[in-house]
């Protein structure tokens, strides 16, 4: 896809199997509708280089995830991306995903279920501006790990947490990296 001056999407209902790069580096896209978007298979990279992403609302995709794929680098080098909207999602059956949020020093809101279902290395370190709020959301969406099994959580030295917060996710299994208490 040749989007290098494409700004703003919206469809028409359509499914869109195996989307994975669609969007890659289309770095002047500012929005984009996927309400009426119905994906399946692997989304990775869907978004990644989309720099010029300030909200990306994904919730209408909840019924959809489970069939996913691939997910891994899906938000990446959206540096301008503030708030991301996962409600409902499902990827249980996916583990491990990898580099979501690398490359967005803007990120302030991820918008999650009360649980998280899948397994992953949660790496919010490039994301210095994330609220106490979307962080308190993390940590306590965080699943229990399967015995035997660790995952880590790597916050950005701004990020502030409390002791509390990592108690709770070290009993459920992770690990929590970087980060300062209040």
């Known amino acids: 896809l040749d989007c290098i001056f494409l700004k703003n999407v ?46 990306l609302d994904l919730s209408s995709w909840a019924s959809q995830s489970p069939t996913f794929t691939g997910v891994n680098g899906l938000f990446r080098y959206c540096g301008m991306l503030k708030t991301v909207n996962l409600s409902g999602w499902d990827l249980s059956h996916l583990t491990p995903i990898y580099d979501w949020f690398d490359g967005n020093p803007l990120l302030e ?55 509390s917060q990592v108690d709770s996710a070290n009993a459920k299994g992770w690990t929590v990296a970087g980060g300062t208490g209040v």
């Open 10 to 55: 919206q469809f028409e209902e359509m499914v869109l199997t195996n989307p994975t790069e669609a969007f890659k580096n289309c770095a002047s896209l500012e929005a984009i509708d996927c309400s009426k978007i119905t994906p399946s298979g692997s989304v990775a990279n869907m978004f990644f280089g989309c720099s010029s992403l300030v909200i």
């Open 109 to 163: 809101d991820v918008i999650l279920n009360d649980t998280i279902l899948f397994s992953a290395t949660f790496k919010v370190s490039a994301c210095p501006n994330l609220t106490p709020e979307s962080l308190s959301a993390i940590f306590k969406a965080l699943p229990t790990l399967a015995e035997g099994k660790t995952c880590t959580i790597t916050l950005h030295a701004n990020h502030k947490i409390l002791q």
